[in-house]
């Protein structure tokens, strides 16, 4: 049965601070949204996503190829209204509603709630209340609660699809959650296990709990390269996939591009797969002469095939010349090109080693290089 996943994102979120509403702030390198929409979209039992926006951002869709982004009402049920609306011409059999300042949720919590719909017409998870419970009144203590039975809800709330329309279209609004307009509808909701990590963005010091949260789920992974190539006859060098004029060229298989091919080692490395020569042996002549960003396309597909990101790499090139500096700008531009990042991603710098050694003597350039791969 088909689950599709509906996340609002209509509010403004004043309470938790920021020039722009909290969905839009960067946490871990993404705005929240990005990252709450990537748990659903991950999700091997979720699709499709609907993304409801205030009408304001809806300039914001295109960040969202995959997804159905819809303008949102006044009112947070208005808003899940229009989000089921947007599924109502090709029905799924359940949905899953989720407030988008949840970007913690775990493929637990997602699978459990979905389980669970199996069995009962809704689904939420929530925590048992474990702290006493107090009433008060202008800050002083006036009585106590019991807290047997109490829970902290959480979303994703679940429910079959047809329920939850037709409880919404019912309902007469103002309610705080769903699983209210699915209550007031006569429909049972089982309470699935929450979890404490499962936050909800609400005022500026959660901000930092879900950047911990949320750097703890990444697997990073760092790799390095190392590359040697010796000078011979020539009248240029090929670095970073820029051509730079000079008195020899660097000897090689291929084009002999010593900083790319550090790049592309490292970037094997990081995900533990081998080298260049084991994915392109110069015993294979149809290497012969090619060009580099062969070999680093390759790694970067090999990387993001396995739901790898590139988060930064570093480049330094080693020798007395050509001088690199006036290059380094169209190196980087070159690399960023190839690996479809931004540039600000990519760092390219030389260094000599003072006139010693085999590069000291200009026998040759040397590179290492350095790259990150994030995964969430």
């Known amino acids: 049965m088909t689950t599709a996943a509906l996340i609002v994102a209509a509010g403004r979120g004043t309470r938790a601070g920021g020039d722009v509403p909290k969905q839009w702030q960067i946490v871990a390198g993404r705005m929240v949204a990005e990252h709450t929409v990537a748990r659903f979209a991950d999700h091997p039992k979720v699709g499709p996503i609907v993304l409801v926006l205030h009408p304001d951002d809806m300039e914001l869709a295109d960040r969202f190829p995959s997804v159905i982004c819809v303008p949102g009402g006044a009112t947070r049920d208005q808003s899940v209204s229009e989000g089921l609306n947007a599924l109502i011409e090709t029905p799924p059999a359940r949905v ?34 474990t702290d006493a419970l107090w009433r008060g009144e202008n800050g002083e203590v006036t009585g106590t609660q019991d807290r047997e039975g109490l829970y902290r809800a959480q979303t994703p709330q679940g429910f079959r699809f047809a329920d939850i329309v037709a409880a919404h279209r ?89 900083g790319m091919h550090a790049l592309t080692d490292a970037i094997y490395g990081a995900l533990a797969d081998g080298d260049i020569g084991q994915h392109f042996p110069p015993s294979d002549l149809q290497w012969k002469g090619a060009e580099s960003d062969i070999f680093l396309r390759h790694a970067v597909s090999r990387a993001t095939d396995r739901g790898y990101a590139i988060a930064n790499v570093d480049v330094t090139l080693i020798c007395e010349r050509p001088k690199i500096g006036p290059h380094a700008a169209s190196m980087r531009e070159a690399l960023a090109g190839i690996m479809g990042v931004d540039i600000d991603r990519v760092s390219v710098k030389a260094t000599t080693s003072e006139r010693l050694g085999f590069t000291g003597r200009e026998e040759g350039i040397a590179s290492m290089a350095v790259a990150t791969l994030i995964k969430e």
Do not use: W
């Open 96 to 129: 899953l509603i989720h407030d988008v300042a949840r970007p913690c949720i775990s493929d637990r919590i997602i699978s459990e709630v979905i389980a669970a719909l199996d069995t009962s017409p809704g689904a939420a998870p929530a925590l048992a209340v």
């Open 170 to 258: 019912a309902h007469p609004g103002g309610a705080a959650d769903d699983v209210e307009v699915a209550r007031a509808a006569g429909l049972t909701v089982a309470i699935t296990e929450g979890d404490e990590q499962n936050i909800k963005i609400t005022t500026p010091g959660d901000f930092a709990r879900a950047e911990n949260i949320l750097r703890g789920q990444m697997d990073i992974r760092t790799g390095q390269g190392y590359d040697v190539h010796a000078f011979e006859e020539g009248d240029h060098v090929v670095l970073c996939g820029v051509k730079i004029p000079h008195t020899k060229k660097l000897k090689g298989h291929s084009d002999a591009d010593v």
